[in-house]
């Protein structure tokens, strides 16, 4: 019986083909925390989420977004070719976009399929915690190469119920129609694209102190750094340009890219 571990993100897709595992692996390097969800066997789909992105990239990145549509080539075939019997594991961080990626490939999974999840976060922790020293992993794609084999000894079966509920979960999204997700209280919902708002202005704030603009991709990464949530520079800045065309921040530069852009508050003024 042939084994696939299914991974999300650009980062840990090309750490487990360094690995050269004698398994395959499909990686979906969507990040689906943001954008349109839908019928992942569904051309329109993958064409819906190239176009989200290319609506949020600020510049545009041709060779991303090419490669994010060979990425969707790649995986649809692949949920094509499933056997009913081909066993299935998932890398999963506690995260908006590997958590989403995980639902939407339970529920376009057969039944029959047997599917073990690797829980990246709880995995990490019982291989390399001590009592001195606790890591917190925010997504796959962060950890080192060689501390990611051991971590496959912490694949857990997925019951049947854990995958019904998994399904319904996947439903409730698509049926939200939202563009963002977030994990509230231990599960992915649908939550309001100025969600992460009220945290980037905080960010700002405490950035701003001096009279003197910062650069947006200082913000960005403060962000990043500070949230245990965010996974995706484009996202925070994204909101950032949205922040400034709702008047909460003003900007010199320009808003083709985070590096050309610096920011202040609106009430300190140009």
């Known amino acids: 019986m042939q084994k696939t571990h299914v991974v999300f993100g650009e980062s840990i897709a090309g750490s487990m083909q360094l690995l050269a595992l004698p398994d395959p692996v499909v990686a979906l390097t969507d990040d689906l925390s943001s954008g349109p969800l839908g019928d992942m066997l569904s051309e329109a789909t993958a064409e819906d989420r190239v176009q989200w992105w290319t609506h949020l990239l600020a510049p545009p990145d041709r060779r991303y977004l090419e490669r994010l549509g060979w990425s969707w080539q790649g995986f ?41 999840v690797i829980n990246v976060n ?6 390399y ?47 939200n129609r939202g563009h963002l997700r977030h994990i509230v209280n231990g599960h992915v919902e649908t939550v309001g694209v100025d969600y992460l ?38 996202l925070v800045f994204w909101r950032i340009r949205c922040l400034i065309e709702s008047g909460t921040f003003t900007y010199i530069g ?13 009430q300190h003024g140009n």
């Open 122 to 127: 709880r995995a990490y922790a019982r291989v």
């Open 129 to 175: 915690n001590t009592a001195d020293v606790q890591y917190f992993i925010k997504h796959t794609g962060e950890i080192v190469l060689d501390k990611l084999e051991p971590l496959m000894d912490h694949a857990i079966p997925l019951s049947q119920s854990a995958r019904n509920d998994a399904v319904a979960r996947w439903h409730r999204l698509i049926e």
């Open 254 to 266: 320009t808003l083709e890219s985070m590096r050309d852009c610096s920011i202040r508050l609106a």
């Open 197 to 234: 708002d009220p945290f980037i202005i905080a960010q700002a704030q405490g950035l701003l102190r001096l009279p003197q603009p910062i650069p947006a991709v200082r913000l960005v990464g403060e962000c990043l750094g500070r949230h245990p949530q965010i996974t995706a520079d484009a």
């Open 76 to 116: 649809r075939a692949w949920l094509r070719s499933r056997t009913p019997d081909d066993a299935v594991v998932i890398w999963v961080a506690e995260n908006p976009a590997e958590v989403t990626g995980s639902l939407g490939v339970l529920a376009h999974l057969p039944v029959t399929v047997p599917v073990s």
